[in-house]
């Protein structure tokens, strides 16, 4: 039988933050808005990491006026592959992997073909606001393609996969994972039918998924394992994201990483409202995590120091500390 109080206590016992707590007591409080252009404008994240001397994918170029777009097949043409996205999206949306051509039409990374009259087109669509936070007209970016590391091949569905960190006062507090799958059309998007992988933050080792609101073990394309994979450079990577919290100015984020198979890691995008699916990837909630930081904030014992917030993240948020392991389906 349903029983609410029953579900609102489980839910407290295991620390799940909701949408309303996450926004009263951390964007709202540890984010000030002043800052927030340094994550919701790409081109301008991009140049802070590059200034920071963090690995950001290459920048082809940048468009910004209608009369520009025609430039760009010029521009682009010694290059069989780009991704051309707008500078202010959110969610993945209008973002155009290109990793081919026959002719002068472009290939998509579903593998359809798309002419050069519709690449404008899309590219309009962009600069018009179309799939931009507020609607409000925005400039293009058209970047590398990230070539995904070979670690992904057997539980990937033709996207880039991506790892998302929590940074909580420059600490890593939890990660996932983010695979695509045939249902989300290659996107590393949870709500477009990824699935959310949790990760061990003491070893970058991965455990069970959720896709949808299914707890599981295999990619539902490749029927492969998703457990036991060790992402490597893990050690790098949540040095990498608690040096965000200084580049951002902002105390609650969500840093995304993909991984190159030649370049290595390399930061997608800061978020300054990341989702909360996280934490039913890793079968728990954040508030105890984040209740840990709060306490060495409330005794003046918070760390400058990157490197050292990444090695306190490791011996305090393990899965075999906590007791968070992630639990059976």
């Not at 670690?151 to 569905?157: E, G, M, N, P, Q």
Request: net charge neutral.
């Amino acid at each position: 039988m349903f029983n609410p109080f029953r579900i609102a206590r489980r839910l407290r016992e295991v620390g799940l933050v909701g949408i309303g707590q996450r926004n009263a007591d951390y964007v709202l409080r540890y984010n000030p808005r002043k800052f927030y252009p340094r994550v919701d404008d790409k081109l301008l994240t991009k140049r802070l990491a590059i200034a920071a001397g963090l690995p950001v994918p290459e920048l082809y170029a940048v468009v910004r006026e209608e009369h520009e777009i025609a430039d760009l097949h010029e521009q682009l043409k010694g290059r069989e592959q780009f991704v051309a996205k707008p500078a202010h999206g959110s969610g993945g949306d209008g973002i155009l992997v290109v990793n081919g051509r026959r002719g002068d039409r472009y290939r998509r990374s579903n593998g359809l073909l798309m002419s050069s009259n519709e690449f404008e087109h899309h590219v309009s669509n962009m600069l018009s606001g179309l799939y931009s936070l507020g609607g409000h007209p925005d400039h293009v970016l058209i970047e590398y393609c990230v070539q995904f590391d070979p670690i992904f091949d057997r539980i990937s569905y033709k996207g880039v996969p991506d790892i998302r960190i929590i940074v909580f006062q420059g600490y890593p507090v939890m990660a996932m994972v983010r695979l695509p799958t045939r249902m989300s059309d290659g996107k590393a998007n949870l709500h477009q039918g990824a699935i959310g992988v949790g990760i061990d933050i003491a070893t970058g080792t991965t455990a069970k998924g959720v896709w949808g609101s299914e707890r599981i073990r295999e990619h539902p394309d490749t029927e492969n394992t998703i457990e036991g994979l060790a992402i490597p450079g893990w050690e790098s990577l949540l040095e990498m994201a608690a040096r965000c919290y200084e580049l951002s100015g902002l105390g609650y984020i969500g840093v995304d990483f993909v991984l190159d198979r030649n370049l290595g890691p390399m930061i997608l995008e800061l978020n300054a409202r990341p989702g909360l699916a996280i934490q039913i990837a890793n079968a728990t909630g954040l508030q105890g995590r984040l209740a840990r930081v709060q306490a060495m904030e409330e005794a003046a014992t918070l760390s400058r120091d990157p490197i050292a917030r990444a090695r306190f993240a490791q011996q305090e948020f393990a899965f075999r500390r906590s007791g968070e392991v992630p639990r059976s389906a």
